[in-house]
Structure formats: structure tokens, C-alpha cells
T-cell receptor, first 112, second 117 residues
């Protein structure tokens, strides 16, 4: 079946550091890929998405590129802020499959 | 524009009881999905409704059920509660859902946290 693997953390960085959160997937065919973010006390919200190979999703300074050859969708940001502290979920959707398949989430902590 | 509203936000039940959770989607959204979030299993898909019809169901026992009303509001019910049902239950709405042509862009509520004692 489909699956998503990501580091769980917590990942602790200093403000203005470079961020990479790895995400790899297993799926039949060509899924759409997503990053969702959950800020403390809030529901998940879509951060960015990519629907085909080599697409780059970007939002709020975050970027992720759909790499079919490595089945990856790593999340990056050049300079993180304290306000980026949250849990980040990588997810995929494949065709008419059942809902979204989520990774377990990566807890990111940014220290001033 | 109001977001997805889930009620109740917190509840405590005992084993064997049943519980009903409610979700009001964003106005205009016709699809509602439910997910269970636990520390061990992460986010797992329960079911998805579109225009009052269940389109997809995850791998959960029959104790978990749901329905959607004509105004797109949805409820999920868990009968004969077990300790392992303790979790955050998340509702998500979207225009077209995640099945078929659905884009996968979901708008989540803050969740209902269920504790089973």
C-alpha cells in the first residue's frame, strides 16, 4: 500500500538556520504530494503541494520539489523563524485511493 | 469565512460507551473527511463523505461510523468504546474531497480530543 516516511524529531534549530525535513514515499503510480503544518493548538493547514514530477511547491519561504527518481519531497527553508515552530506532515494522494496518506509528522522547534 | 468547526473539543468517556462527534465544514464545501490522530499511529483516514454519500472508508472496524447531512455537516460515531480509541479526531472539509478528481487540499478543524477511561 501507499506510505510516507519522515523524520519524527523533535528537530531543534536556531533562528535563521537552514531547514530540511526529509520525506520519502511509496506509492503506485504518480501521487500528488503535500506538506501540511500544525501550529500549537490549531488544526492542520496546507503549506504547499506538487502534483507531478519535478514540480516545486512553495509558500511562506518553504519549498519542496517532487523527485520521482528518489520518491522524495523534502521540505526546505533558507532561514527559519521562531514562528515556524510547529509539526510538519508530509502526505500523498493517489488517484481514487482512500483519503490522504500522512507521515507521522516532524516536530520542529526554533530557538531564538 | 468561518473555518471548520468541531464539537465537542474535549470529552471523556468510559469503555463500552458510545460517542458522537460533530463537524461543520466551511460554507460551500461538500466533502467532509475524518481522521484519527494518535502518537503511535499518526494520522489515519477514517472515511470521507461527499453530498451525503460515503465515498471511501479507511481500515477501521465497524464500530466507527459516520454520516453527512444535506447541509454538509457531518457526524461520526464510535460505539462500544475501547481504551485504544483515545485520540484526536480531526475533521477536514474541501470542495471536492480526496477521491477521484479531488485535489487533496483539505481544511482541518482543531479536532475533538476523546479520552476513554
Amino acid at each position: 500500500g501507499n506510505s510516507v516516511t519522515q523524520m519524527e524529531g523533535p528537530v531543534t534549530l536556531s533562528e535563521e538556520a537552514f531547514l530540511t525535513i526529509n520525506c520519502t514515499y511509496t506509492a503506485t503510480g504518480y501521487p500528488s504530494l503535500f506538506w501540511y503544518v500544525q501550529y500549537p493548538g490549531e488544526g492542520l493547514q496546507l503549506l504547499l503541494k506538487a502534483t507531478k514530477a519535478d514540480d516545486k511547491g512553495s509558500n511562506k519561504g518553504f519549498e519542496a520539489t517532487y523527485r520521482k527518481e528518489t520518491t522524495s519531497f523534502h521540505l526546505e527553508k533558507g532561514s527559519v523563524q521562531v514562528s515556524d515552530s510547529a509539526v510538519y506532515f508530509c502526505a500523498l494522494k493517489w488517484g481514487g485511493a482512500d483519503g490522504l496518506t500522512f507521515g507521522k509528522g516532524t516536530h520542529l522547534i526554533i530557538q531564538p | 469565512k468561518a473555518g471548520v468547526t468541531q464539537t465537542p473539543r474535549y470529552l471523556i468517556k468510559t469503555r463500552g460507551q458510545q460517542v458522537t462527534l460533530s463537524c461543520s465544514p466551511i460554507s460551500g464545501h461538500r466533502s467532509v473527511s475524518w481522521y484519527q490522530q494518535t502518537p503511535g499511529q499518526g494520522l489515519q483516514f477514517l472515511f470521507e463523505y461527499f453530498s451525503e454519500t460515503q465515498r471511501n472508508k479507511g481500515n477501521f472496524p465497524g464500530r466507527f461510523s459516520g454520516r453527512q447531512f444535506s447541509n454538509s455537516r457531518s457526524e461520526m460515531n464510535v460505539s462500544t468504546l475501547e481504551l485504544g480509541d483515545s485520540a484526536l479526531y480531526l475533521c477536514a472539509s474541501s470542495l471536492s474531497g480526496t477521491s477521484g478528481i479531488g485535489t487533496g487540499e483539505l481544511f482541518f478543524g482543531e479536532g475533538s480530543r476523546l479520552t476513554v477511561l
